[in-house]
Nanobody
């Protein structure tokens, strides 16, 4: 069992930056950030596997960066040049899968409660 705690979400203006953190209570081999806007499905944003291979959604490439601190079991999401369409609840997810980074939600065993990001225009 791995518990996940997200933090860092807040309201920012378009063009601004935020850094989200996800603290994990145990070791996971695959971790990801998902987001969900009101009335929309949850979508993958960025994910990283045990080999540090990273995948991003096309909508955030060049603006968002996923990284992790293995010593402290913490996942980060640096978000730059934020846009109003980035608004949503951001969730951290973790798995003990050993495959390539993926946004297949069925592979993720544990989820955090989410942190709200609001980007105003």
């Amino acid at each position: 069992q791995v518990q996940l705690f997200e933090s860092g979400g807040e309201t920012v203006q378009a063009g601004g930056s935020l850094r989200l953190s996800c603290s994990a209570s145990g070791v996971a081999t695959l971790m990801a950030w998902f987001r969900q806007a009101p009335g929309k499905e949850r979508e993958g944003v960025g994910c990283i596997n045990i080999g540090d291979r990273i995948a991003y959604a096309d909508s955030v490439k060049g603006r968002f960066t996923v990284s992790k601190d293995n010593a402290n079991n913490t996942l980060f999401l640096q978000m730059n040049n934020l846009k109003p369409e980035d608004t949503g609840m951001y969730f951290c997810a973790a798995s003990r899968d050993y495959g390539f980074p993926t946004f297949d939600r069925r592979l993720y065993d544990w989820w955090g409660q989410g942190t709200q990001v609001t980007v105003s225009s």
